[in-house]
């Protein structure tokens, strides 16, 4: 196994790249093993929200050696296939109903910029070093682009996939592709149990439709038939027993019955 998959009594997934010797570098069969670990947390009612995380000095370092080395004898078809693989990992994660919140460390370069690009909130740890480095490889960060793009927008990916340069965790936090910094790793850990508990306190069923709000209508234009559909998810929302549940904890000045102490 490449990966470890955990679930606390609080119903948090901590899901950790495990291939410290090579800084987490992706090769096929952690890829699979990402892939799968989401696709179980998207389906599975106990699991709240998700830590995304590497161990040993870095979150992900990109492509692993040997993987390269494999796919530069493979054919244009093989590569193409072995492509989409790290590409539904990838929307594995970002299309993930539950939070998904990754704590950048250490190297975080080509893929391991994607993974960060799929979090809804990420923390970096000062002295992480990002990097989009492929066209110094003679390749593209095309598979990530979809996600990384979103993230920082095309101004910073003019700069960023052209150049290669290595950038910090300032600049990372700059370009929106992470949500906050910390001075340490326990100070990294200190903000995602902050971000945790706020989540906690929020309706499973609504973070996940509001998770959907975003996906459908970030960037779209204010029409009629956007207006609608917006009615209708809040009249369905209102209407449900998460809603109405809501509504009566509020209003009798009790906790949801949601929120545990655990």
């Known amino acids: 196994m490449t990966l470890l998959y955990q679930q606390d009594a609080r119903g948090i ?20 093993e990402l892939r799968d670990a989401f696709r179980d947390v998207a389906s599975n009612a106990h699991v709240r929200c998700v830590v995304l995380q590497g161990n040993g000095p870095s979150l992900c370092a990109g492509a692993d050696i040997g993987w390269m080395r494999r796919a530069a004898e493979w054919s244009e078809a093989h590569n193409q296939a072995d492509a989409q693989g790290l590409s539904d990992m990838l929307a ?3 299309g993930c109903p539950k939070p998904v919140i990754a704590i950048a460390h250490g190297n975080v370069l080509g893929g391991g910029v994607g993974l960060v690009a799929c979090a809804d909130m990420a923390v970096a740890v000062r002295g ?7 066209v110094r490889l003679g390749l593209t960060p095309a598979t990530i682009s979809p996600f990384v793009l979103r993230a920082i927008g095309g101004p910073a990916a003019r700069r960023w ?29 200190a ?6 508990a706020a989540l906690l306190a929020g309706a499973p069923g609504a973070i996940a439709d509001a998770k959907a709000l975003i996906r459908d209508f970030a960037g779209a234009a204010i029409t009629d038939d956007v207006r609608e559909e917006t009615a209708v998810r809040i ?28």
């Open 161 to 189: 996939f052209l150049t290669a340069e290595r950038f910090g965790a300032e600049e990372a936090l700059a370009m929106g592709l992470v949500t906050a910094l910390a001075d340490c790793d326990a100070t990294a850990r």
């Open 92 to 94: 594995a994660i970002d």
């Open 235 to 262: 009249a369905r929302r209102r209407a449900s027993a998460e809603g109405r549940e809501g509504l009566s904890a509020f209003l009798h000045k009790r906790k949801a019955d949601w929120v545990h102490d655990v």
């Open 191 to 196: 903000q995602v149990e902050r971000w945790l």
């Open 13 to 32: 997934a901590h899901i950790t790249l495990d291939r410290p010797d090579v800084h987490n570098a992706f090769d096929e069969v952690l890829i699979g």
């Open 128 to 134: 992480a070093k990002f990097g989009l480095s492929e």
